[in-house]
């Protein structure tokens, strides 16, 4: 299996790749970063842009599958172009995530979409891949293991101890040593269990784990 990943940023590619590693159990597994590209800067809305172009619909051709990864936190600001948003107001994390799928699947073209659903995956987050980390330190406290707001300020409060150090900028070396903890299988899983959104990306993989 080879995989692109189509990300927001340089350090959520870090921990997709962690996350690859540990559930399919190969730390050789060939990945490629699509976007951005080593050195370049990402962004939300270039997921979105790249999900447009050309470029996705041929990425199809030299890698077997997709992972799509975008979090849901710059739905609450209020520069979003009106074709990207929607409002989240009371929304569940379910329900949130399943209309920015569909507002991804309508960037990439539905037909297309249809075709190649199977080689497609989302990783959706909610509302930000930090909070896919809570369950690694607060393993015994569910309701603060899948929380989906201010989740990069409760990690910092728990991290100075479990780690030494803070997250106050989107520093590799940090996501490399926390999304570490995901390398193994068995507390993934468990780890998926406990925060909604996580648990819905390692369904998707699921599927791919069952063709091969």
């Known amino acids: 299996m080879e995989f692109g990943i189509i990300s927001e940023g340089i350090t959520d590619q870090i921990v997709l790749e962690n996350i690859l590693f540990g559930f399919f159990e190969d730390n050789d597994l060939p990945i490629n970063p699509l976007q ?29 599958y997709l992972i799509v990864q975008i979090d849901i936190d710059f739905m609450r600001r209020q520069e979003v172009p009106e074709k990207y948003r929607f409002d989240p107001g009371k929304l569940s994390p379910e329900e949130v995530a399943k209309l920015m799928r569909d507002k991804l699947i309508e960037s990439i073209g539905v037909e297309f979409y249809q075709e190649y659903s199977h080689r497609i995956i989302f990783a959706i987050a909610v509302d930000a891949i930090e909070c896919w980390f809570l369950p690694i330190y607060f393993s015994n406290k569910l309701k603060t293991a899948s929380k989906t707001t201010n989740c990069l300020e409760t990690l910092n409060h728990i991290l100075p ?18 999304s570490k903890h995901f390398r193994r299988k068995k507390d993934l899983v468990e780890f998926g269990r406990k925060n909604p959104s996580l648990g819905w990306f390692l369904t998707e993989l699921e599927t791919i784990a069952e063709v091969h």
């Open 161 to 178: 101890r479990a780690e030494r150090f803070s997250i106050h900028s989107k520093e590799e070396k940090y996501y490399r040593i926390i």
């Open 36 to 64: 951005p590209k080593p050195g370049d800067g990402g962004n939300w809305d270039k997921v979105f842009k790249y999900c447009e172009s050309n470029d996705f619909r041929q990425s199809l051709g030299f890698v077997d």
